[in-house]
C-alpha cells in the first residue's frame, strides 16, 4: 500500500485503484506470475535482468504491454523475506529494462542531434533533418531520455523545448503524458 500511495500522486489515481490495478495483473497473468517460487530475499541482480520467460511474456502482446510490463515489475520485486521491494524496487526493475530495451534505440537518434546541435541551435533545421530517418515520436522519446541521463547546456535546453513543440503542433504528436516534456507541461498549466 506505501508503493501504491507514493505512485498515487504520478498516476492521479487512488491508492486503492493502484493496488487493486496490481491485484487484478496478478490474476489475470497467474501463470506467468506465479510460474515460480518467490525468492528468499530481494535480489537487486535478479530484480534487473531479464530471463527469457519475461521476454517472452513481455513481447507476447503489444496491445497488452504496458500490462504485462508492470506485472513484471511486481513479480520480480516480490521475495518472502519481505514481502515486496516496494517503490525503488520498481524503479529498479524499470530502469534495467529501459537501459536494456529501450536506450538502445535512441542512441542513433542523439548521436545525429548531437552532431547537427553543434552546427545550429535551429530546431526546424534540426527536425527537418532528423525526420529524414526518424520517426516524431523516436524523436521525442529520444530527447526525453537525453533530459534524463544527461544534462544539456541552456542553449541545447533551449533548442530542445522548440523541437518538443515542433513535435506536437507541426508533426502532430499526439500530446504526451511526459513531464519533460516542455510542450506537455505548458498543456498542463494552461487546463
Request: charged share 35%.
Amino acid at each position: 500500500m506505501q508503493t501504491c500511495e507514493l505512485l498515487s500522486r504520478e498516476w492521479k489515481k487512488t491508492p486503492a485503484e493502484i493496488f487493486e490495478w496490481f491485484l487484478s495483473l496478478m490474476n489475470k497473468y497467474a501463470d506467468y506470475f506465479f510460474s515460480q517460487p518467490w525468492p528468499k530475499k530481494y535480489d537487486y541482480k535478479q530484480a534487473t535482468t531479464f530471463t527469457d520467460e519475461d521476454i517472452n511474456f513481455l513481447f507476447e502482446s503489444e496491445e497488452e504491454f504496458p500490462d504485462r510490463y508492470m506485472t513484471v515489475c511486481l513479480k520480480k520485486n516480490i521475495n518472502m523475506e519481505h514481502g515486496f521491494a516496494g517503490y525503488f524496487g520498481i524503479f529498479y526493475t524499470q530502469q534495467a529494462f529501459h537501459e536494456q530495451f529501450e536506450r538502445p534505440h535512441y542512441v542513433p537518434v542523439l548521436e545525429k542531434f548531437k552532431k547537427l546541435i553543434e552546427e545550429t541551435k535551429d530546431a526546424k533545421s534540426i527536425l527537418k533533418i532528423l525526420r529524414e530517418e526518424f520517426s516524431p515520436k523516436r524523436i521525442h522519446d529520444s530527447l526525453i531520455d537525453l533530459l534524463e541521463h544527461e544534462y544539456p547546456d541552456e542553449a541545447a535546453r533551449k533548442t530542445i523545448n522548440e523541437m518538443f513543440e515542433l513535435l506536437h503542433t507541426v508533426e502532430g504528436l499526439k500530446p504526451c503524458r511526459e513531464s519533460r516534456c516542455s510542450w506537455y507541461e505548458r498543456q498542463r498549466e494552461n487546463e
